[in-house]
């Protein structure tokens, strides 16, 4: 009789033993699979296919954006991007819609002086980095921006990962247009800092 309970206890011990990985196993099983199931549902921040479209449309819709009426001179960049850079503003209508476009020409080279890019700005011309400022909801969390990086040539330019950098270009992620324009001081612009 005495040792009865004992038994008993060690039954439920082992039972135990034998029950509680399985479970747990099981368990982390299920939440690995809504985990998968949760990351394919969610929309890539940026480099998708809506994205690329629109930067294509847009490259077509600012040609000749370096006559634009609002621009400035060319001079020496802070950004990773451009040792000297010249930024444009225009109105820019896509699909009947008017969004506000904001440019930036970055040059570059191998001992590139202000004067030698002034001269011939084309020539030294690496990268186009553009801002657009989408409709209401588009990026709620930053401003709305939609940012894009084009090579000289129109072709959008990727990332190491081979994203295309148009879009809510990473969002989220430490480093990259939006983690960098959030200190530009609540606008994300830093031309009026
Ligand atoms: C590490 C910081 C940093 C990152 C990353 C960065 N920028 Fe900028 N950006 C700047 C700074 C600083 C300026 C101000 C002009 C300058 O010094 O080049 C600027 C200026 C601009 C401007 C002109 C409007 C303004 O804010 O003055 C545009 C457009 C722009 N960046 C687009 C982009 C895009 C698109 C990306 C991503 C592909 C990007 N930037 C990534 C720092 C950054």
């Keep these: 009789m005495q040792f009865r309970p004992v038994m008993g206890f060690v039954a439920i011990l082992t039972i135990a033993a034998f029950l509680l990985p399985a479970s747990l196993v099981a368990q982390e099983k299920t939440e690995g699979t809504e985990m998968m199931k949760k990351m394919e549902m969610m929309e890539m921040p ?53 969004y ?18 002034k001269a011939a700005p084309a020539d ?10 989408r409709e209401a909801g588009y990026d709620s969390d930053n401003n709305d921006w939609y940012w894009v990086k084009h090579a ?17 270009v990473a969002k989220g992620m430490p480093v990259g247009c939006i983690s960098c324009h959030v200190n530009a001081g609540g606008d994300y612009l830093f031309l009026n800092d």
Excluded at 124 to 133: G, H, P
Aim: glycine share 10%; aromatic share 10%.
């Design 124 to 133: 030294y011309l690496m990268a186009i980095t553009t801002m657009v400022q």
């Design 152 to 168: 000289p040539d129109g072709m959008v330019a990727k990332n190491d990962m081979d994203m295309a950098l148009a879009g809510r």
């Design 100 to 117: 506000h476009v904001v440019v930036k020409d970055n040059y570059g080279g191998m001992d590139v002086t202000l004067d030698m890019v």
């Design 46 to 98: 940026f480099g998708g296919e809506a994205d690329v479209a629109f930067a294509e449309a847009l490259w077509t819709e600012m040609d000749g954006y370096d006559s634009w009426v609002l621009q400035s001179d060319i001079m020496p960049g802070k950004s990773p991007h451009g040792m000297f850079i010249r930024m444009y503003y225009n109105i820019v209508t896509l699909d009947g819609v008017a």
